[in-house]
């Protein structure tokens, strides 16, 4: 079965310093990972996955992630914080066997102060 | 595109009465699934459906869950009796699939439920 482990659960940052929210997976067979935001009282909005590929990935806002298969590893990172970028992070993982089911990681949130 | 659309998106009931959650997924997309999102256990997926037709329902905690698909463009989940602890946030999310797929989820806004 499949499993996300988000470490942290809150990560603060300064505006302007680069941000990490991390993120490792375990699965069988090949992994198929997304993050996703969520800002207060809203759904998950997508921000970018991995499939195959560039194991750097860039997404919406600036963000990217890059796979790494022999940590199995997914962080999320940013160069340049927002305090927009407020909200909370969620790493999910599904196997390639074309069983739809993702799995989410407990979230991160993180904090950009000014 | 208007993206998954959910309703009602508030939902104040009594301990007791039948709850219907209704979901409009993204036109075109097979695939509907049903989340639940609490503090203490997450984000849980329920129950979810290709083409109309559920797939797993594995995560439908008891039998007093239940959820429907009767058209492409249509999904209820429903709970009935409910109780106190069925308060949470319900997502529903869409997915395409074929070779134009993004592969991708796409969620809806939540319908928060609280039970008294």
């Known amino acids: 079965a499949q499993s996300v482990a988000q470490p942290e659960d809150q990560v603060n940052v300064a505006e302007g310093n680069p941000l990490t929210v991390k993120c490792t997976y375990s699965?069988?067979?090949?992994?198929?990972l997304f993050w996703y935001v969520q800002y207060p009282n809203r759904g998950l909005q997508f921000l970018l996955k991995?499939?195959?590929?560039?194991?750097l990935v860039k997404g919406s806002y600036g963000f990217e992630a890059e796979f790494n298969k022999s940590q199995t590893s997914f962080h999320l990172k940013k160069p340049s914080a927002l305090v927009s970028d407020s909200a909370l992070y969620f790493c999910?993982?599904?196997?390639?066997?074309?069983?739809?089911?993702?799995?989410f990681g407990t979230g991160t949130r993180l904090l950009v102060s000014p | 595109d208007a993206g998954v659309i959910q309703s009602p998106r508030h939902e104040v009931t009594e301990m007791g009465q039948e709850v219907t959650l209704r979901c409009k997924p993204i036109?075109?997309?097979?695939?509907l699934f049903w989340y639940r999102q609490t503090m203490m256990r997450g984000l849980e997926l329920l129950i979810y459906?290709?083409?109309?037709?559920?797939?797993?329902d594995s995560g439908m905690p008891e039998d007093r869950f239940s959820a429907k698909m009767p058209n492409a463009s249509f999904s209820t989940l429903k709970i009935q009796p409910s109780e106190p602890r069925d308060s949470a946030v319900y997502f529903c999310?869409?997915?395409?699939?074929?070779?134009?797929?993004?592969?991708?989820?796409?969620f809806g806004p939540g319908t928060r439920l609280t039970v008294l």
């Open positions: 036109s075109g997309h097979d695939y």
């Open positions: 991995y499939i195959t590929g560039d194991n």
């Open positions: 459906f290709n083409n109309n037709v559920p797939i797993d």
């Open positions: 999310a869409s997915k395409g699939s074929g070779a134009t797929s993004t592969d991708t989820q796409y």
């Open positions: 699965v069988s067979g090949n992994p198929y």
């Open positions: 999910a993982v599904r196997d390639d066997t074309g069983f739809q089911k993702l799995v």
